[in-house]
C-alpha cells in the first residue's frame, strides 16, 4: 500500500532531551510538511521542504529541526529549546512543491515531561 | 494577520439528518479552499475542495459552498451518518503560500 507513514504513534520524553520524529513516504511525493496541532486548534506549520536537500521555516519552527535527506523521508527533531513540545505532530506530503492535495500521515504524540 | 477561522465549535446532529458546517474566511486573495475531514487520533483527510471561481462544489454526500461577498464557506453533508463523527477544518490558500487551517468543527452524530 502506499501512502505515508509516523512513528511511534506515542513518545515520552524527559524534558531537557531532544527527540526525532520519523515521517516516511512511498508516495513518490516530492514535498513534504511538519505541522503541529494543539489541543482544540487547527494545524500549525512547522517546516516544509518541496525538494530534496531544501527546506524551509514555517510559522513556528523555532525549537525544531528537519533534514531532507532522501524524497521519502523527513524526520522532524524536537530539541530542549522548544518550550512546549507536548502536541500532536502531523507530517503531510503531496505530489509537486504545492501545497495542494496533501496526504497526512497518522500523527505522534509527543508528550514531555 | 488574516486568517481562518469557524462560527461553531461544536454541532451535533441527529443520524440521518444533514449536517451544516461552516467557516468564515478574511482573506479576499485567497483563491482556493478545502474540507478536511479529522477522526480522533488520526491525521486530516482531504473531502473536497473548492476554487475561488465556483460557488458550488459537489462530492459524495458532502457540498461545498463558497460565498466571497461575504467571505463564507460551509460543508454540507448529506444523511449524516455516524461515521462522519469527527473534525471538520477548513483551510485556505492564497497563491503559492501555504495551507491556513481553521480551528475546527467537531460533529458529533446522534444515533
Known amino acids: 500500500d502506499g501512502g505515508i507513514t509516523q512513528s511511534p504513534k506515542y513518545l515520552f520524553r524527559k524534558e531537557g532531551q531532544n527527540v526525532t520524529l520519523s515521517c516516511e513516504q512511498n508516495l513518490n511525493h516530492d514535498a513534504m510538511y511538519w505541522y503541529r496541532q494543539d489541543p482544540g486548534q487547527g494545524l500549525r506549520l512547522i517546516y516544509y521542504?518541496?525538494?530534496?536537500?531544501?527546506?524551509q521555516k514555517g510559522d513556528i519552527a523555532e525549537g525544531y529541526s528537519v533534514s531532507r535527506e532522501k524524497k521519502e523521508s523527513f524526520p522532524l527533531t524536537v530539541t530542549s529549546a522548544q518550550k512546549n513540545p507536548t502536541a500532536f505532530y502531523l507530517c503531510?506530503?503531496?505530489?509537486?512543491?504545492?501545497?495542494?492535495?496533501?496526504?497526512f500521515g497518522p500523527g505522534t504524540r509527543l508528550t514531555v515531561t | 494577520g488574516e486568517s481562518v477561522g469557524l462560527h461553531l465549535p461544536t454541532l451535533s446532529v441527529q443520524e440521518g439528518d444533514n449536517s451544516i458546517i461552516n467557516c468564515a474566511y478574511s482573506n479576499s486573495a485567497s483563491d482556493y479552499f478545502i474540507w478536511y475531514k479529522q477522526e480522533s487520533g488520526k491525521g486530516p483527510q482531504f473531502i473536497i475542495d473548492i476554487r475561488s471561481n465556483m460557488d458550488k462544489r459537489q462530492g459524495q454526500r458532502v457540498t461545498v459552498l463558497l460565498n466571497k461577498t461575504v467571505k463564507h464557506l460551509s460543508l454540507q453533508i448529506a444523511a449524516t451518518q455516524p461515521g462522519d463523527s469527527a473534525v471538520y477544518f477548513c483551510a485556505e490558500i492564497a497563491g503559492n503560500t501555504p495551507l491556513v487551517f481553521g480551528k475546527g468543527t467537531r460533529l458529533s452524530v446522534i444515533a
Open positions: 503531510a506530503s503531496s505530489m509537486g512543491p504545492t501545497w495542494l492535495e496533501q496526504y
Open positions: 521542504s518541496q525538494i530534496v536537500n531544501d527546506f
